[in-house]
């Protein structure tokens, strides 16, 4: 390895190809389901909190769009710990939706993030329909909301606990109920852990959602070798990371191949700028940068610069351009 | 391994909120069974204050996550000024991985993180618990205390005497120190809880910080409940983000009104009163205590101390 010169990347300038753009001429703007955005960087639900925290370290009003953490009806205090372990290249988590209910998210959070100017996604999640309804309800006429995203991803008391997302009917059910509620575009949220995604994704856009945000974690397992016990609280918990990125980079082209109209916010894994025109390529309209942020809290800051910069190089004068553009093999 | 530059800052920097920053390592060495780094940090090591964090990233093959360490010592003036040092356990790939850095290698690290301990508002005799590497970022509260014209004294416990970090360092910056070790190699032969009221009674002890295992956080925390004695501990949680997104490093807190809700370590701590936390509901516990051949009933009359409010004011 001696002779081998050591660059460093902050110094390093790819030499320019003849194609290239200025980088000021790069439109980053895409539109997702309805939502007109300033670039096509948001955050996963869960992993950005409602973004104060991360107002720490940059404005976070620069992200395409903030998707919060899940809200529900009623406070929650989550689940017992540990509620995380690492795995090669993700981590398994199991929160148990720990937040403080709508009615303290609207008094305290949502005015937060008026006052900054962020484009808010609100993210909600409940036990039941009823549930889901009643939290829609209540952001009904509340300003500064671009769109609902609906997480599906949980258990539906009313079915035994079977995840509302793993059930077509029951996944329809709760996008009719949040629909009627709103003006504002839904997004239903899918989770992978079925045996056909792309008949719940049809079911969920047949019941009213504008779009669908793919993927949710993966169910998985660790447990501790020594003590015998699962590394969980919750014996089963949500895989995250770049672990899970080709699966949900498979999701996200399979719903786009079979519903090429529906819009699709990517997410899973979601680390550098070339998973982001993964993402776009597969399909997604725009990308939820989730786990990432844990390691580097200036990822979605980062990505925006590096998205336009890796357009501009390539000479392509918009990120719409991506969109939906895998070349067949034959 | 690096190829990164060193002194690259990003954030907000008209803030005292953490920061991202390249670091020079500029030492690294065994402190008997632990790890001391020391790394060039000049804007985290402008902003810390006791109590405090970094979060480090580390490249161990398949790791993911940073990795949470207390600030131990930070330099602000004099030639070493602008360093943070870290003293930590090798336990697990990452921290494996750190004891590899080299010397002049340019590491990824945030900080300053998590609230720091607050400092008394009166003049009171402190007492710093400190539990194996957990005595370490004590050194520099110790500092701070002193610097403020208050009493230090210390008590450091660990299984072995080379799980105490620097013994002499902390007999040369406090006006006593106790040590104690579960295999009794050193100091007094037991836990710190052992001599926990002896030292509080000679030294005329107000308040008591602790920094360790949550088990002897709890041990520490009760016993000094039950002295009325006001605590804060740092807590050590195992944490995904470090920055107060991902909800995974909390705890039970007793707020004022009697509920009990679950607060993030990084951002609503580390630093707890330690009467808060309602540790029943938690899953530490140090278990059978050590016997002892006191009775309680022989105990002497319990002096009177000053209350939560008139230490740390309003906060
Ligand atoms: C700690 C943690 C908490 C999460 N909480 C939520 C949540 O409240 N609602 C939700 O829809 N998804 C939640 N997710 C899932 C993420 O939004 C995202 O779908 C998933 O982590 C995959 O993306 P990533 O690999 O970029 O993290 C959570 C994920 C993590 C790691």
Request: glycine share 10%; net charge negative; hydrophobic share 40%.
């Amino acid at each position: 390895m001696s002779e081998v010169r050591r660059i460093d990347a902050s110094e390093y300038t790819p030499p320019t190809d003849p194609r290239a753009v200025a980088e000021a001429g790069v439109d980053l703007a895409v539109d997702l389901a309805g939502m007109k955005l300033p670039n096509p960087i948001l955050t996963a639900s869960g992993c950005f909190a409602a973004g104060a925290e991360m107002d720490r370290f940059y404005d976070v009003t620069e992200l395409g769009a903030i998707v919060v953490k899940s809200v529900t009806l009623e406070p929650r205090q989550g689940l017992p710990t540990p509620r995380m372990a690492e795995t090669p290249s993700g981590m398994l988590n199991a929160i148990g939706l720990q937040n403080p209910g709508i009615d303290a998210w609207l008094t305290k959070d949502l005015p937060w993030l008026q006052s900054k100017g962020a484009r808010v996604v609100v993210s909600i999640a409940g036990r039941s329909v009823d549930d889901f309804r009643a939290v829609a309800r209540k952001l009904r006429g509340k300003g500064g909301i671009a769109a609902i995203e609906v997480n599906l991803s949980c258990p539906n008391v009313e079915e035994r606990g079977m995840v509302f997302a793993c059930s077509p009917t029951d996944s329809a059910e709760v996008i009719t109920a949040v629909r009627r509620e709103t003006d504002v575009p839904v997004l239903g949220k899918l989770t992978s852990d079925v045996t056909d995604i792309v008949s719940i994704a049809r079911a969920v856009v047949d019941a009213g959602a504008n779009g669908l945000t793919l993927i949710n974690t993966l169910l998985g397992m660790a447990i501790d070798p020594d003590t015998g016990k699962p590394e969980i609280y919750n014996t089963y918990a949500g895989l995250s990371g770049p672990a899970i990125r080709p699966v949900a980079l498979r999701n996200v082209h399979q719903v786009h191949t079979a519903l090429p109209d529906v819009p699709i916010l990517g997410c899973g894994g979601i680390r550098t700028v070339t998973d982001v025109v993964q993402f776009l390529r597969a399909g997604a309209s725009a990308v939820s940068v989730g786990t990432a942020t844990f390691v580097d809290p200036f990822v979605g800051q980062r990505l925006i610069k590096e998205l336009r910069s890796w357009l501009a190089e390539r000479g392509l004068g918009s990120a719409r351009e991506l969109i939906g553009t895998v070349e067949p093999w034959s | 391994m690096s190829t990164r530059r060193a002194g690259i800052v990003e954030g907000r920097r008209d803030s005292d909120g953490p920061v991202g920053s390249t670091c020079e390592v500029l030492a690294r060495r065994r402190e008997g069974a632990y790890w001391l780094l020391s790394l060039a940090a000049p804007a985290i090591a402008e902003r810390a204050r006791p109590g405090q964090f970094v979060n480090i990233a580390v490249e161990a093959p398949g790791t993911l996550l940073r990795r949470p360490f207390s600030i131990a010592r930070v330099s602000k003036q004099g030639i070493a000024a602008g360093t943070i040092e870290v003293v930590f356990d090798a336990h697990g790939p990452g921290t494996e991985w750190l004891t590899h850095v080299d010397l002049h290698d340019v590491i990824d690290v945030i900080g300053p993180l998590g609230n720091p301990f607050p400092l008394p508002q009166r003049k009171v005799s402190c007492l710093l618990i400190g539990g194996g590497y957990g005595a370490a970022p004590l050194f520099f509260l110790a500092d701070e205390l002193t610097r403020k014209g208050l009493r230090v004294d210390m008590i450091i416990g660990a299984g072995s005497l080379d799980r105490i970090p620097n013994a002499i360092e902390a007999k040369r910056i406090t006006a006593s120190v106790t040590f104690t070790t579960e295999d009794g190699s050193y100091g007094t032969h037991g836990r710190v809880t052992d001599v926990l009221d002896e030292v509080v009674e000679k030294c005329g002890s107000g308040v008591v910080y602790a920094c360790g295992p949550n088990p002897m956080l709890r041990a520490v925390s009760e016993r000094c409940e039950a002295m009325d004695l006001p605590v804060q501990v740092a807590v050590e949680e195992k944490m995904g983000c470090g920055i107060g997104v991902c909800f995974t490093c909390v705890l039970p807190i007793s707020t004022k009104n009697g509920e009990v809700t679950m607060k993030r370590a990084c951002v609503e701590g580390p630093v707890f009163n330690g009467a808060r936390i309602a540790w029943d509901q938690s899953r530490y516990d140090l278990g059978a205590p050590t016997p002892t051949d006191e009775d309680d009933q022989d105990a002497p009359p319990e002096p009177e101390r000053l209350t939560d409010s008139e230490i740390w004011g309003d906060a």
